[in-house]
């Protein structure tokens, strides 16, 4: 993992798990993460019951747009997120994975998003705090690597 550790979120129309997961980990983490997001059959816009649930809690998605989930995108993540893609995301030996099973906002009311949003924001906060431990984050000026906590 390089210094700046990649993180990329995928779920089927990237439209809404993956909008929200990408929008909390910009915010938690500025920019001492790339944060990526693509779906295996993108839909044109993002939800707009996720956008306004973000919005909610002081997060603008509204910029983003669902993007087609590249192989050279995932190749290059260090770590992938996937949110029910199922066998379309392809595996690559040596990078992380998790699968987080989490409910489908697509069709549904902001009150339904709120507890996903919720808990994607819990996760998020787990996955940054393990990043942030991780060997790679923990190098100090002089190159030297402290143990991961």
């Not at 390089?2 to 798990?17: E, I, Q, T, W």
């Not at 929008?23 to 920019?31: M, N, T």
């Not at 693509?38 to 747009?65: F, K, L, W, Y």
């Not at 009311?109 to 994607?120: L, S």
Request: hydrophobic content about 40%; overall charge negative.
């Amino acid at each position: 993992m390089s210094d700046k550790p990649s993180v990329l979120f995928v779920c089927v129309h990237n439209a809404g798990r993956s909008q929200m997961a990408a929008g909390w980990l910009r915010h938690l983490a500025g920019d001492s993460v790339e944060v990526r997001s693509a779906g295996s059959a993108p839909a044109e816009t993002v939800n707009p019951a996720a956008v306004r649930a973000m919005r909610e809690v002081g997060i603008d998605i509204t910029d983003q747009t669902p993007k087609l989930l590249e192989y050279a995108t995932a190749e290059s993540s260090d770590v992938i997120v996937t949110m029910g893609c199922g066998d379309t995301c392809p595996v690559f030996p040596g990078k992380r994975y998790e699968d987080w099973k989490l409910d489908d906002p697509a069709g549904k009311g902001v009150e339904a998003v709120r507890p996903i949003r919720d808990e994607i924001r819990a996760r998020v906060e787990r996955l940054l705090a393990e990043l942030h431990a991780s060997p790679a984050a923990g190098e100090s000026a002089a190159g030297a690597r402290t143990p991961a906590a």
